[in-house]
Each structure stands twice: as C-alpha cells, then as structure tokens.
C-alpha cells in the first residue's frame, strides 16, 4: 500500500484544479491528522469550504452532471433535478455554524475574511466527493418527503390567486366557504403579498435585475448573467438563493412549511407580484 504524501496529493489536486489557488499550508491544516481515503478530493472540498469561488465552479461543472444523472433514478420527492442540486448546493454553502463532533479539527474556524466556513468542511474525505453530494441531495429529498402534508387552507389561497377577481377587486371564491374562512383566507393572500413586495424591495439591484429578467421576461439565466458581466456558475447560484430567500420570507410570514400546498400559494403570489411592483429592470448601471 503506497505510503500518503499529503504533498503528493496536494500536487496532483493542484495539476488537475490549477484554477483553484488554495496554499498548501491551509491544505495541510485541512487535513489535521487524517488519512483520508480520497485526499483529492477533500483538497476540493475544503478549497470550497474556505468559499473559493473556483472550487464551486469545478464541483457545479464536474460533479453536477454525474450528481443529477445517478438522483434521476432515486425518490426526489416533489423536487426536479435542477431545484435538488440546488437546494443541496445552497445547504452546503451556508455558514458551518454548528460542526460535528467527530469533526473536531472544524470547530471556531475563521476564516482570514472574517466569515464562517461552508458547511461542506464537514466532508472529510472518507467517501468520493460525488457520493457525498449524492447523500446531502438523497437527505435532502427525504426531509421534503416528511413535510408533504398538504395545507387546505394555503391550497385555497393559491387557487384563488391563480383565478380570476371578482369586479370589486376581491380574490374570488372558487369554493363554498364561510363568510368568516373566506375573509381569513384573503387576508393571508393580502399577507402574503405584502410579506413578498417587502422582501423584494430588501433585495440588491443585482439580484432584482436577475430575477426579473429570468422569471418575469423569460430570459435564460446565462444570458441575464452575461448582461451583469458574471459567469454563468455565479448567475445561477444568485438566483437559486435569492429565490430560496424569497420562499423563506412567504414561509415565514403565513408560519407555514413548504409544501405542495404552499407552492400553489406561492405561485399565485408570485404571478401577482409582477403586477404590484415597478420594472426597475433597466436599472443596470446602478449594479
């Protein structure tokens, strides 16, 4: 059995990722005192937890495609392939506020911005990279499984949203309802509404531009990046967590879990939204 270099694999991690400008010095205190199984590729995943662009980019165009391809033949829930590769990207992304306890050489890292690591640096290399996306996506798509209780009320909410208003204005009642039920279930669409023009305005003029360009104007996601002079990598993981941001913020304002019911809630609040808010969709110059 070959004795492991950390130098070695720091070497061939460095010929095949010249892009990724990682210092052997944070490699090697990556490693700590593991021999891992697949050393390369905790060179990548920990170049990403230390948030280098480059090191996303490699996992989104080399282990994106094999990732999407072996999920498309296991239970996603009610996940498309695109939304669960994201999801599980944007997961592993996030601060690592709370490491495992057999990840000791993880825990009060800071790094020399001042940020938190990705949460990734949990993967220590035990496994091929590529499996261990699999896994996050694979518990990914459990967790969505568990929350699929549909919510009548919110379903309502969504089919009103989605119909037509009657000619005062008012969400019209495609159900037999209650005076009282149908005002509640208006004031939560009013609510919802509300909750998204607020969010909305929180956002950067980047990511409205990004935004609308692709959701409301059709236009690719490439090419909405292209006018912002971003790659089409960065393009898309703005938009997947401005809209993850998005969700949150309706999620939170009806206190209700994602789930069918919500997003038939939530695609009739956002067909409506276009409606309420200015197109600031020219306001390039100010990005």
Known sequence: M??????????????????????????????GNETPSHPVDLFLGGAAAH?????????????????????????????????????????LMD?????????????NIILPDGRQPARIIRYRGKV??????????KRLAISRQRKLKPVLFLTLVGQDLQNTKDPGGQLADTKTATPDV??????????????LAQAW???????????????DRGMKQRDAGELLGVSPFKANRLIKKTMSSLQTSLAQAVDEPRSPAFTAAWAGVWAEHWKNIKDDSNDTHRV
């Open 2 to 31: 070959p004795v492991f270099s950390p130098d070695d694999y720091f070497h061939e991690a460095t010929q095949r990722w010249p892009a990724i400008a990682w210092p052997p010095e944070a490699y090697l205190a990556h490693l």
């Open 51 to 91: 948030r280098l662009d480059e090191a996303w980019e490699v996992i989104e165009q080399e282990l994106g495609p094999e990732t999407r391809r072996i999920l498309r033949h296991q239970p996603t829930a009610d996940y498309d392939l695109e939304d669960l590769w994201g999801d599980t990207i944007i997961k």
């Open 95 to 107: 601060n690592d506020e709370s490491p495992s306890q057999n990840a000791e050489s993880t825990e």
């Open 128 to 137: 091929k990279l590529l499996h261990y996306l699999i896994l996050i996506a």
């Open 182 to 195: 149908d005002a509640q279930r208006n004031e939560t669409a009013q609510n919802m509404i509300h909750a």
């Open 201 to 215: 305005t929180d956002l950067s003029s980047q990511q409205r531009f990004l935004i609308r360009m692709v959701y």
